[in-house]
């Protein structure tokens, strides 16, 4: 029993259809993955090489957080497959509902400490 654990598999267990969604699959990881470290270096080319206004760089580095945080979200977190009702809905809630706590809360620090 013990020889055969060391002798390679001679069929997969998955399908054909199986290994080609996965292969998809993995593909599209990889190509986001690609894409959002392009993202960070691209918002760290923008604060290294002081080029761009400080006006426009806060602004521009947190519009790339978003993009990266959905992206992060859908791909990474699987949240983008067809089964992903429930933390579809769980999760657009506790952003609708901590969105106008955070932009109170900073509107409140901001009035109280100027």
Not at 30 to 53: D, K, Q
């Amino acid at each position: 029993m013990a020889e055969e654990l060391s002798k390679p598999f001679d069929k997969s267990a998955m399908t054909l259809q199986e290994r080609a969604e996965h292969s998809k699959e993995t593909r599209i990881q990889i190509i986001s993955f690609a894409f959002m470290i392009g993202l960070t270096v691209l918002s760290f080319l923008a604060v290294g090489t002081e080029v761009l206004a400080t006006g426009f760089v806060v602004p521009f580095i947190l519009l790339l957080g978003v993009i990266q945080f959905f992206l992060q979200l859908f791909y990474f977190m699987h949240l983008k497959d067809k089964d992903h009702g429930w933390p579809n809905m769980l999760f657009s809630s506790g952003l609708v509902l901590s969105a106008p706590v955070v932009i109170s809360l900073i509107l409140l620090l901001g009035i109280v400490k100027w």
